[in-house]
């Protein structure tokens, strides 16, 4: 069992920065990989940025790249997602996600009925 708490969303100007954070309990954290989804008013939950175990592959959405920078700390069991030069069209709930497959690709990380545990989301509004 994982157990995930995201936290650090918050009310930002576009253009601005901020970290999510999501803290994990269980022991097999350190095995799973992670990744990032939001969820804006009205829309489907859509893939933002994962991490894999040994934190030596991440991949992203073609609409945060180069803005956002997904990180993990296993020895802390927390993953972080830094987000840069904020956009209105960022507004969303941001949800951490677990996915015990050894399956890293872009096929399956980015679908999010491949992760076995989530958090509670954290609300992230961009100001225009």
């Known amino acids: 069992q994982v157990q995930l708490v995201e936290s650090g969303g918050g009310l930002v100007q576009a253009g601005g920065s901020l970290r999510l954070s999501c803290a994990a309990s269980?022991?097999?954290?350190?095995?799973?990989?992670m990744g990032w989804f939001r969820q804006a008013p009205g829309k489907e939950r859509e893939f933002v940025a994962a991490i894999n175990w040994s934190r030596d592959m991440t991949i992203y959405a073609d609409s945060v790249k180069g803005r956002f920078t997904v990180s993990r700390d296993n020895a802390k069991k927390m993953v972080y997602l830094e987000m840069n030069s904020l956009k209105a069209e960022d507004t969303a709930v941001y949800y951490c996600?677990?996915?015990?497959?050894?399956?890293?690709?872009?096929?399956?990380?980015?679908?999010?009925?491949?992760?076995?545990?989530w958090g509670q989301g954290t609300q992230v509004t961009v100001s225009s």
């Open positions: 269980g022991r097999a954290f350190s095995s799973y990989a």
């Open positions: 996600g677990a996915d015990r497959s050894v399956s890293f690709t872009r096929t399956t990380i980015t679908d999010e009925g491949e992760y076995d545990y």
